[in-house]
């Protein structure tokens, strides 16, 4: 059986996955029934995959916010203390994060060894150019992009899918969140 695999991002209306600027987290767009939504969304058994790049972001915010900071919320709590495999050939064990292993390789093999090996689904939250990669090689089988109501044209950062191939999206699942920000969950297949 080959385990589920889900590229789940934040993006902004016009395909960004940060802003500079004076934006904050979530863009200042969360709210309860969001982050009660994130908070389920971890809550099943699921190994993490992160690429080198955001797993050193990731260790890196949370070892410097502080405990009230939404950097804190408890969908990143519960997210971080999931077993996770982080793909890097530069990244070496142990790591500063709970029952986190690095697979050293290639980012598509990797996930492939993953997807036949795991019994669990596993799950990617962010990682922008090794899911494009991901995607590229068919190995992505959710899309889930949390959209939130903002378009940041001046300090927009991180396109989600610069560079991305062509794909013909099946939408499987949507959702609204606070009356303002949209889940939206699709099956991508390469155009």
């Given amino acids: 059986m080959t ?3 889900t590229f789940d991002v934040f993006s902004s209306l016009d395909g960004y996955g940060a802003a500079g600027g004076d934006w904050t987290g979530y ?9 009660d939504h994130r908070l389920a969304l971890y809550d099943t058994e699921q190994r993490m995959v992160f690429g080198a790049h955001t797993y050193r972001l990731f260790a890196s915010m949370l070892a410097t916010a502080a405990e009230d900071s939404e950097l804190h919320d408890p969908w990143v709590s519960r997210m971080r203390h999931l077993p996770a495999t982080v793909v890097s050939t530069t990244l070496e064990d142990p790591l500063d994060w709970p029952d986190a ?12 060894r993953l997807k ?5 689904p596993l799950r990617s939250h962010g990682s922008l150019s090794m899911n494009r990669a ?3 090689a068919g190995l992505v089988d959710r899309l889930q992009i949390t959209v ?6 001046r300090t927009g950062a991180e ?3 610069r560079d991305a191939a062509d794909f013909d999206l099946e939408l499987t699942g949507s959702r609204l969140l606070d009356g303002r920000v949209q889940e939206l969950v699709y099956r991508p297949a390469l155009h």
């Fill in 3 to 5: 385990a589920t695999y």
């Fill in 27 to 35: 863009w200042g767009k969360q709210g309860p029934e969001l982050l």
């Fill in 101 to 112: 292993t690095v697979a050293a390789g290639d980012a598509v093999d990797v996930v492939a």
């Fill in 116 to 120: 036949q090996e795991s019994d669990v």
């Fill in 134 to 136: 991901l995607l590229a």
């Fill in 148 to 153: 939130f109501p903002v378009i940041t044209g």
């Fill in 159 to 161: 396109p989600v899918f």
